[in-house]
């Protein structure tokens, strides 16, 4: 177990599969989104700082950059369009 905890590829997966989540957060009922956001943000500080400490701060940066960027701008294609579907 602890080998498998200081392999980079190990924090680069759960940083993919937090960014995976990050992209369903659309998707999610607005009543619950801030809550889903909270946790996310809870998740993926631990997730971030053992990506750093295992591969480095340029690594970190970049990945704060992108989970940022996913939380804050969510990507094009899972926008809700309204009631109807209509444009």
Same mark, same amino acid.
């Given at each position: 177990?602890?080998?498998?905890?200081?392999?980079?590829?190990?924090?680069?997966?759960?940083?993919?599969?937090?960014?995976?989540?990050?992209?369903?957060? &659309?998707?999610?009922?607005?009543?619950?989104?801030?809550?889903?956001?909270?946790?996310? *943000?809870?998740?993926? *500080?631990? *997730?971030?700082?053992?990506?750093?400490?295992?591969?480095? &701060?340029?690594?970190?940066?970049?990945?704060?950059?992108?989970?940022?960027?996913?939380? *804050?701008?969510? &990507?094009?294609?899972?926008?809700?369009?309204?009631?109807?579907?209509?444009?």
């Amino acid at each position: 177990m602890i080998a498998l905890a200081s392999h980079p590829a190990t924090a680069a997966l759960c940083a993919v599969l937090w960014g995976v989540a990050a992209c369903l957060l &659309p998707f999610v009922r607005l009543r619950w989104r801030h809550s889903a956001l909270w946790a996310l *943000v809870l998740c993926g *500080v631990p *997730v971030l700082g053992w990506l750093t400490y295992l591969c480095g &701060p340029g690594f970190g940066v970049l990945f704060l950059a992108l989970g940022l960027s996913l939380l *804050v701008w969510p &990507p094009l294609g899972s926008r809700r369009r309204g009631r109807h579907g209509a444009h």
